[in-house]
Structures are given as structure tokens and as C-alpha cells.
């Protein structure tokens, strides 16, 4: 119990330290998020092998001695199917033998401006989406949404699943590639906005986005492609509404990549997982990460699934909540509940709850129901501690047993000891 006191105690005189020059600081690095962003997203191919979000160390050096058995089941299965696509492997047990041989390079998608749902494996010859923050000039990477079933983001690797990672990257990748840039790329910013009045979240429901993505798209596509071609790459958007989902995540992450790195900032800006643990980053600590144990979401599950089957947290698309949309953004997307869980109340309070933790407000992104409030933005490492409110997330459920699928969705929240600990070494840094 003293323990505990003292701890507290050492966070509360640490908050209250360094409060005064973070509420200065902050203003710098969320004026990096608020102006013009989420610009350009064009198609292209990126010659860099990463896979998944595999380890989140607070000192991340080049890892080439991680077993398999360090991973989430879901994480291990996905990166043999990667290995596997990539012709680096034949099978399971080459794969296998490979990575734990030391043969394999891993590191977290985020070190590579790159986000990933779910087991976030992205290889060598993967297409991907590219947006560029043409007002600090970043760049930020997401693969191509694969679509619903069995799919690697999934821990599925058969033939069915590798064959439809060659389409997305020998087939649709090249034709989205030449029809987004005979549109001069499109501007994520306002489909983002226009999601967010449309009942979509960003990260759970994205049905408006994912039409209007289509939409944009069809005529382009008509114009670059004929007959089966074109037939599938339709179907693709008409059947998939998660196809806007991957980019907007790089949308988010080009976004909050610029306001990292300000010295005296508390401001988050990143949050990831890994089917075992969560992390965070903070821009004032530059590229420290902070974790602790993922926990598993809560919601409603698919016929013949229960709790029981829901694996711990996993996915880069935390990143949507932590640029303030996602579960930030659920009073405007009400029907949400039917498909995570709880209430339109609920909802509301899940936005509402979120300004109290947050830096500043997202004109971009007015709520309609809130009277074009704009979306709670920029979680204030503070704030949380003092509040004792951590971010709410709302996610994809993925089974325990790598290949099933995704089984559910719910709601989820970080463990606080991200938090506590990043606060400890926040006062250590800029209080020494």
C-alpha cells in the first residue's frame, strides 16, 4: 500500500511540475495535427520488407534473434503466410526453421512509417497505399485491406489467402495505382470529414467512406482496366467496406508522425499493439515506446463465438483513436453499437469522455450530433493520469486460434501503466 501511495504520489508532483510548459509545448505539436493534413494517398510499390508490429521495446535496435514463440499465435501463423508470399519459404516448418534460425528481420511497422490491422504483416512486394502530409512533408504506408474471412491480417495463410495477396499486388494494386494518379491522388482530409457526417467512425465502421472511396474510384478504374480486370477490382470495392480503412490509418499516421518529436510535449502520438502487449509513444520522449499487457475487448460476437474465444488486443489501427477519430469519434456513428457493442447513448459518452483528455478539438472533423463539435484530439499524457481516464478503443475481435478469423468487435482501453510509465520518464527527462 505505501508503494502504491508513493507512486502516486511521485506522479502527481510530477504532473504538476512540468503541467505549465506542456500546455505551452502542446500548442506546437498539435498544430501539426489540426492544419492540413491527411492530403495525398496515391498506390505504389515500396521496396522495404517489414513484418507486423512484432515487438514494441522501448529501445528498439534491429532484431534479427526473435522466436516465434515470442509472438501472439495469430502474429506467428501471419508471419509465416508472409514468408511464404514472399517466396522466401515453401512451407510452414522452412518458415518456421528461418525465423528461428535468425534469418528473418523484424520490426515494429511504425518504425517504418507504416501501419498494419490486426497482425499488421506487411512484406517486400506488398502494394500500399502512400499519403503524404504535403504541410510537413511526411509520409506514412498502410498494405491493401484484404476484405473479410480468412485472410492474413487473420493468421490465414492458404492458397486462397496467398492468392488473393498476389491479386491485390499483381492485379488491383496497378490499376488503383494508375487511377488514383489520374485523380492527382485524393485528399484524405475531406473523406475523412465526410465519413465522420456520414455515420462512420474511422476505425470500426467505415460503410460511407468505403462507398465513397468506390465511387471515386469506379470511373478511373473504367478508364485503366476492361472485362475480368475491372469486373473484380468492382467487386472488390462493392463487397469490402473496410477498403478505406487501410488508408486512412496511414491518413492518421502521416498526421501524427508530424507532431512527434517536441521536446515538452505530453501529447500521445502513438498507439499500437501486438496480440500481447500495448503501446504508446509520447512526442516529447521522441521514439521511446512504454508497454504493458494488452487486454482483451469486450463486445458482441458472431453465432458459435463467445468471450471465451477473443484474443488480447492486437493492430496498428489504434492509430485512428490516437489521431481522434475511432472510438473518438462514435457519437457520430450511433449504429456502431449494433455491431460493437453498448448504446447511441453510450456513444455519446464515449466522445464526450474524450475531450476531458484530450489537447484541443478537430474542426475538420465536425460531429453532427454534437452541433459540428469538432473530434476530442490529442491525448495529454496528463491528463490521463491526473483523470484516471485512459483512451477508449473500439476494435475487430480476432479469434485465439490463428486462421478462424475475426470473430467479434467491442471496446477496449490501454492499460494505464503505459501511461504511468511514460509520465515517470517524462519527469526524469525534463526535470533532471
Not at 499483381?170 to 485524393?186: C, M, N
Not at 480503412?245 to 491518413?251: G, I, R, S
Not at 502520438?269 to 487486454?295: K, Q, V, Y
Request: glycine letters at 10%.
Amino acid at each position: 500500500m505505501r508503494s502504491s501511495f508513493n507512486q502516486g504520489v511521485k506522479l502527481a508532483f510530477a504532473t504538476a511540475i512540468f503541467s505549465g510548459v506542456a500546455n505551452f509545448v502542446n500548442k506546437f505539436a498539435v498544430f501539426k495535427v489540426n492544419p492540413l493534413v491527411f492530403t495525398t494517398q496515391k498506390n505504389l510499390l515500396v521496396a522495404i520488407f517489414i513484418l507486423g508490429a512484432i515487438l514494441l521495446f522501448r529501445k528498439m535496435p534491429k532484431i534479427r534473434s526473435l522466436s516465434l514463440g515470442d509472438m501472439a499465435k495469430l502474429l506467428a501463423i501471419a508471419v509465416i503466410g508472409g514468408l511464404i508470399f514472399e517466396g522466401l519459404a515453401p512451407d510452414e516448418p522452412a518458415a518456421v526453421a528461418m525465423v528461428e534460425a535468425g534469418e528473418v528481420a523484424f520490426a515494429p511497422c511504425h518504425h517504418h512509417q507504416t501501419v498494419g490491422p490486426m497482425a499488421g504483416v506487411t512484406t517486400a512486394s506488398m502494394a500500399v497505399y502512400i499519403v503524404e502530409n504535403r504541410t510537413f512533408g511526411n509520409r506514412a504506408f498502410s498494405s491493401l485491406n484484404e476484405g473479410y474471412g480468412k485472410v492474413l491480417r487473420y493468421g490465414a495463410y492458404g492458397e486462397d489467402v496467398l492468392a488473393r495477396l498476389r491479386w491485390l499486388r499483381d492485379v488491383f494494386g496497378p490499376l488503383a495505382h494508375r487511377a488514383l494518379e489520374s485523380l492527382g491522388g485524393l485528399d484524405m482530409k475531406t473523406m475523412i470529414a465526410q465519413q465522420i457526417q456520414m455515420g462512420d467512425e474511422g476505425h470500426n465502421r467505415n460503410r460511407a467512406g468505403s462507398a465513397m472511396f468506390a465511387r471515386v474510384l469506379a470511373p478511373q478504374l473504367a478508364r485503366v482496366a476492361a472485362g475480368d480486370n475491372l469486373a473484380a477490382a468492382l467487386a472488390y470495392l462493392a463487397e469490402n467496406d473496410l477498403a478505406i480503412l487501410n488508408p486512412v490509418m496511414a491518413a492518421c499516421k502521416a498526421t501524427m508522425d508530424a507532431a512527434a518529436g517536441v521536446d515538452g510535449s505530453t501529447v500521445v502520438t502513438c498507439m499500437a499493439r501486438n496480440g500481447t502487449d500495448f503501446g504508446i509513444r509520447i512526442s516529447g520522449l521522441h521514439d521511446a515506446w512504454f508497454t504493458a499487457p494488452a487486454e482483451v475487448p469486450v463486445g458482441l460476437f458472431f453465432p458459435g463465438f463467445t468471450q471465451d474465444d477473443a484474443n488480447p488486443d492486437i493492430g496498428d489501427s489504434t492509430i485512428t483513436e490516437t489521431a481522434g477519430i475511432g472510438a473518438f469519434a462514435m457519437a457520430a456513428a450511433p449504429a456502431i453499437v449494433k455491431f460493437v457493442g453498448g448504446s447511441p447513448q453510450m456513444a455519446l459518452e464515449s466522445t464526450l469522455e474524450m475531450y476531458e483528455i484530450t489537447v484541443t478539438e478537430n474542426p475538420a472533423f465536425g460531429i453532427p450530433q454534437l452541433d459540428f463539435r469538432g473530434t476530442p484530439t490529442g491525448i495529454d499524457l496528463r491528463k490521463v493520469i491526473k483523470t484516471g481516464i485512459t483512451p477508449r478503443v473500439n476494435t475487430g475481435i480476432a479469434h485465439r486460434k490463428p486462421g478462424i478469423g475475426q470473430v467479434g468487435a467491442g471496446l477496449v482501453r490501454p492499460p494505464i501503466a503505459c501511461f504511468e510509465q511514460a509520465l515517470e520518464a517524462f519527469a526524469e527527462r525534463y526535470t533532471a
